[in-house]
């Protein structure tokens, strides 16, 4: 049975940083592409951040460009998101995802991910 667990979530001011994890079970984690997508009230589930099976290619979304960072360690079966400059706006629940390799679609799709996290809470307060 697949389990991704997400945690490090929780409250910060503006500006600050959360550094998120997220620790797979029951599959070849180093045969998955790894996302990390966030859902605020309200709103559509939105891509954050992806990284291909090795940690060589990662891509992100435009409003987290420049302040977030993924990265994965194949051996402890976890992937990161380092959160720095915080503001509202990124307040949400976030959920990570994992992908067979060689499945097609943008890491951006969410159609591509065939198991997700339960997720945790992002809340940036002003």
């Known amino acids: 049975q697949v389990q991704l667990v997400e945690s490090g979530g929780g409250v910060v001011q503006a500006g600050g940083s959360l550094r998120l994890s997220c620790t797979a079970s029951g599959l070849t984690f180093s045969t998955y592409v790894m996302g990390w997508f966030r859902q605020a009230p309200g709103k559509e589930r939105e891509f954050v951040a992806g990284i291909n099976w090795s940690g060589g290619w990662t891509n992100y979304a435009d409003p987290v460009k420049g302040r977030f960072a993924i990265s994965r360690e194949n051996a402890k079966n976890t992937v990161i998101l380092q959160m720095d400059s915080l503001n509202a706006d990124d307040t949400a629940v976030y959920y990570c995802?994992?992908?067979?390799?060689?499945?097609?679609?943008?890491?951006?799709?969410?159609?591509?991910?065939?198991?997700w996290g339960q997720g945790t809470q992002v809340t940036v307060s002003s």
């Open positions: 995802a994992a992908s067979p390799t060689d499945r097609s679609g943008s890491y951006s799709d969410r159609r591509r991910y065939s198991y």
